[in-house]
């Protein structure tokens, strides 16, 4: 993802948001997430050491609020936000550009990955479609073979040992039909349309996860390689069961 903030940027907006009002760190956070759609949220690591230099520099002041820092716009400040209104306004327009691209930066990976999604959905039905196929046939050339000749009969039912028909008792499974072929096919695309849902509701309930622990900074190290593993062992697993 390119920068979001210029050199210097985020510096100035955090005093901005601290000229509006008093806020602890998650606050700014949050307030930062709201200004881009939710589409970028700086970690923890990304603000506190800003806020740090900002109170070193005497531009905001800090003080206990329970077990949370609340951080407030000291004059020094305001004078500094005052002196630099045009950079200010320059960065408005900055971020501005920002959520945009970022905007497109989303559209398009949600794009891929929706493209991504339909191939593999695409195969997964294809091969469904021909073990359904290979079973219908199956069922069909056995019906299809009379014991007491050498060759099929061409749709005649298997005959017992004195060379009746067998009963109903007797007889075998009934000869799948077009329309059974059909109602199997209309089956796995109810299926396909299922797995398409459940997958929906399993990314957005990740992202608002992963957003709401971003914001907190507290998504562990090796997240991202964690989730990649266990979504290679699903897909796997998926893929084995629709080979059965």
Same mark, same amino acid.
């Given at each position: 993802?390119?920068?979001?903030?210029?050199?210097?940027?985020?510096?100035?907006?955090?005093?901005?948001?601290?000229?509006?009002?008093?806020?602890?760190?998650?606050?700014?956070? /949050?307030?930062?997430?709201?200004?881009?759609?939710?589409?970028?949220?700086?970690?923890?690591?990304?603000?506190?050491?800003?806020?740090?230099?900002?109170?070193?520099?005497?531009?905001?002041?800090?003080?206990?609020?329970?077990?949370?820092?609340?951080?407030?716009?000291?004059?020094?400040?305001?004078?500094?936000?005052?002196?630099?209104?045009?950079?200010?306004?320059?960065?408005?327009?900055?971020?501005?550009?920002?959520?945009?691209?970022?905007?497109?930066?989303?559209?398009?990976?949600?794009?891929?990955?929706?493209?991504?999604?339909?191939?593999?959905?695409?195969?997964?039905?294809? /091969?469904?479609?021909?073990?359904?196929?290979?079973?219908?046939?199956?069922?069909?050339?056995?019906?299809?073979?009379?014991?007491?000749?050498?060759?099929?009969?061409?749709?005649?039912?298997?005959?017992?040992?004195?060379?009746?028909?067998?009963?109903?008792? /007797?007889?075998?499974?009934?000869?799948?039909?077009?329309?059974?072929?059909?109602?199997?096919?209309?089956?796995?695309?109810?299926?396909?349309?299922?797995?398409?849902?459940?997958?929906?509701?399993?990314? /957005?309930?990740?992202?608002?996860?992963?957003?709401?622990?971003?914001?907190?900074?507290?998504?562990?190290?090796?997240?991202?390689?964690?989730?990649?593993?266990?979504?290679?062992?699903?897909?796997?697993?998926?893929?084995?069961?629709?080979?059965?």
């Amino acid at each position: 993802m390119t920068p979001v903030f210029g050199h210097g940027h985020l510096r100035l907006y955090l005093l901005k948001l601290l000229d509006e009002s008093p806020k602890h760190g998650y606050e700014l956070i /949050q307030a930062l997430s709201e200004r881009f759609g939710g589409t970028y949220a700086p970690s923890a690591g990304t603000i506190y050491p800003r806020l740090a230099k900002l109170e070193d520099e005497g531009l905001v002041t800090k003080t206990a609020d329970g077990r949370k820092t609340v951080y407030e716009i000291t004059e020094t400040g305001r004078a500094e936000l005052a002196a630099r209104e045009g950079d200010l306004t320059s960065i408005e327009n900055d971020l501005t550009d920002s959520v945009r691209r970022l905007a497109d930066e989303v559209r398009s990976g949600v794009g891929e990955a929706m493209k991504s999604l339909r191939a593999d959905l695409a195969s997964a039905a294809r /091969q469904a479609r021909e073990a359904t196929d290979a079973t219908s046939q199956s069922y069909s050339s056995w019906f299809a073979f009379d014991p007491t000749q050498d060759a099929p009969t061409h749709g005649a039912p298997p005959r017992n040992a004195t060379g009746e028909a067998p009963s109903d008792e /007797q007889a075998g499974p009934a000869d799948e039909s077009p329309a059974s072929a059909d109602a199997a096919r209309d089956a796995s695309r109810n299926e396909i349309r299922d797995v398409d849902i459940a997958l929906a509701e399993f990314r /957005q309930s990740v992202r608002t996860a992963l957003r709401s622990s971003g914001a907190k900074g507290t998504v562990p190290a090796g997240t991202a390689a964690a989730f990649a593993r266990r979504l290679d062992e699903v897909r796997a697993s998926l893929l084995d069961d629709l080979k059965k």
